[in-house]
């Protein structure tokens, strides 16, 4: 992606993400409050193929939350309704009794 902290467009920087939950990937990375980045999902094939998803624009985000998650689709699918999961950050109830809200963003 377009930031550093996304690998700067190197997929050999890219952002590791976690398939054990598969088909939901999970990563984490830090972004500047009110940054915005553009972003793809990238396969790192055996043997050091790359498979870049295919759509010609880049998946774009702002951060607009201390801590969220963002829920955008399948590798190479482009969901028109980008939907962003906030978490309250940092708070100081029980996290068994916190609840995410979900928004749509532009």
């Given at each position: 992606?377009?930031?550093a902290?996304l690998?700067s ?5 890219a952002v590791k993400?976690?398939?054990t939950?598969?088909p ?16 793809k ?11 870049w998803?295919?759509?010609q ?10 801590r969220?998650?963002w829920?955008?689709g ?11 999961v ?6 100081t ?13 532009p």
């Open positions: 992606g377009s930031a902290s690998g467009w190197d997929p050999r920087h993400l976690d398939g939950n598969f939901i990937w999970k990563g984490c990375v830090s972004l500047d409050a009110d940054a915005s980045v553009e972003y999902y990238v396969i790192l094939k055996p043997g050091g193929g790359i498979a998803e295919a759509f624009e880049n998946r774009q985000r702002r951060v607009e939350d201390a969220c998650v829920n955008d399948a590798f190479g699918e482009k969901i028109a309704e980008k939907r962003v906030d978490q309250v950050a940092p708070h109830g029980s996290a068994a009794n916190a609840q995410p809200s979900v928004k749509d963003i």
